[in-house]
């Protein structure tokens, strides 16, 4: 859609820049899988997500039905990204923004709309959504009240899955030559993988509709047994849902997964990292979805997955190692040595340590004053040995030795040692071969230690 004067290709606003987002062959994470797998990577939209195509749609349609005139307020209930497509049109053509969002969503969203100048309404998530609490009532509210304003109306604006069946779907059967025989997509307002659905059943009945649902969310067994269940809490964000979206076309759909938090977030880190594709939890949901299919298919098959938020939005959440600690979402065989340093207790010294000269009584105190029960000795050079406290105590209670005595007489073989990068596995096996603890080592410098106690508080507290 650029513009072209003189040769200069431009486009006329930002508006004009959205869709025609590229489709990306996944790699490494689809190793050992023969069908090949895009991703079809909707943070290359200005404002970072699939949603900006829909914001675009519904308010044109908005203004040429007379719903919304100059001066006018754009009003949606939004888990943020839908926030960010209308603000972009808010901006754009002038009219004033009001969002309110479910407070489990992130800082980043509700600062990221506030810098596009919309007002941000934050409301309780664990309520139903038919109370006059929850972010759809008070969305609706704001609207009774505020003149010359328009409900975008993401979750029953047939707009929605319309904007997917003339953009998203047209590209993707472009971008394949038709060669696509699954598409894999979260479900959130289900306006994607409707539209999406739509436009590929039209040219190739047989591609099938593969949608992704969070656990904790109604969607999936709403379409296997049209009962509507109770949803519970979960969290990724943008997609599951607690009723129903009249925006959700489920006669698109032909199958239904369900995917958990934890193998969403570590998938959306893997995206990153192996992928350089920096995106959200719900394309980490799609992605791991996408693998479970292709890992059945042939190399002749097509799969093409939709990716549909940046993950700059979840800096401070699951792309955080402390935010995945703190919420018990590592895998352990991913971890190293220097994950279980970080998450020590910062309370004490990285390595307490005695000089082999130094005495029993020194060490002892040592020991008392760090609250810990064994340290390495270190000698002129290298680290000779350790002391152990009940070693010790035995000694002296024993008057096998005398506290003025150095430690060099009471020490038993020193440490084994890992480098920083080594895995989870190699501490757990050397701990529970009866080592008390690890010196870890930076290159030749020893820049912590591990004990005993340190990896069984990680394994009671970090992981499952
Ligand atoms: C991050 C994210 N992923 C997925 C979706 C789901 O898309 P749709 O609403 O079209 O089903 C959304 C929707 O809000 C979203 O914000």
């Known amino acids: 859609m650029a513009n072209s004067t003189n040769d200069m290709r431009y486009a006329k606003n930002v508006l004009e820049t959205i869709g025609n987002t590229p489709l990306v062959k996944l790699n490494k994470v689809t190793e050992g899988i023969k069908a090949t797998v895009l991703a079809k990577v909707e943070t290359f939209n200005p404002g970072g997500s699939v949603k900006d195509r829909i914001g675009v749609k519904m308010i044109e349609d908005a203004i040429r039905t007379g719903k919304l005139n100059p001066g006018g307020t754009i009003v949606e209930n939004t888990s943020g990204n839908t926030g960010v497509g209308l603000a972009l049109v808010a901006a754009i053509m002038g009219f004033k923004a009001i969002f309110t969002m479910p407070d489990k969503m992130s800082k980043e969203k509700i600062r990221l709309l506030k810098s596009l100048g919309s007002e941000v309404i934050t409301c309780p998530t664990a309520v139903p959504p038919d109370s006059p609490e929850s972010y759809y009532s008070i969305a609706k509210r704001i609207v009774e009240t505020t003149p010359n304003s328009v409900l975008a109306n993401q979750y029953f604006n047939d707009l929605n899955p319309q904007a997917h069946y003339e953009t998203t779907g047209p590209e993707i059967w472009e971008a394949t030559a038709g060669r696509v025989d699954y598409f894999v997509g979260g479900l959130g307002t289900g306006g994607t993988i409707s539209g999406v659905g739509r436009f590929l059943k039209e040219k190739k009945p047989e591609v099938k509709i593969i949608g992704v649902d969070p656990e904790g969310s109604i969607l999936k067994e709403y379409f296997y047994t049209e009962k509507i269940g109770e949803a519970h809490p979960y969290l990724v964000e943008g997609i599951g849902e607690d009723m129903i979206p009249g925006t959700c076309h489920f006669q698109y759909i032909d199958e239904m997964i369900t995917v958990g938090d934890k193998e969403s977030f570590r998938m959306a880190r893997r995206l990153s990292r192996e992928e350089g594709l920096i995106v959200g939890g719900s394309s980490g949901s799609a992605v791991h979805a996408a693998i479970e299919v292709a890992k059945t298919l042939d190399d002749d098959k097509v799969v093409v997955v939709l990716l549909p938020d940046t993950g ?153």
Do not use: C
């Not at 005595?405 to 529970?432: C, I, R, T």
């Open 312 to 464: 700059e939005r979840y800096l401070s959440k699951f792309h955080s190692d402390e935010w995945m600690r703190e919420n018990r979402m590592f895998d352990a065989k991913l971890l190293t040595v220097a994950d279980l340093l970080k998450a020590k207790s910062s309370a004490l010294p990285p390595l307490v340590f005695v000089k082999v000269d130094d005495t029993i009584h020194t060490a002892l105190d040592f020991m008392k004053s760090y609250n810990v029960s064994q340290l390495p000795v270190r000698g002129e050079r290298d680290w000779v040995g350790h002391v152990a406290e009940g070693n010790l105590m035995d000694l002296v209670l024993a008057s096998k030795i005398a506290g003025d005595e150095p430690v060099e007489k009471a020490m038993g073989n020193p440490f084994p040692s890992l480098a920083l990068d080594a895995h989870y596995a190699d501490a757990l096996k050397l701990l529970a071969e009866k080592n008390p603890a690890v010196l870890v080592k930076d290159g030749d410098a020893v820049v912590g230690i591990l004990t005993k106690y340190d990896l069984v508080e990680f394994m009671l507290t970090k992981l499952d």
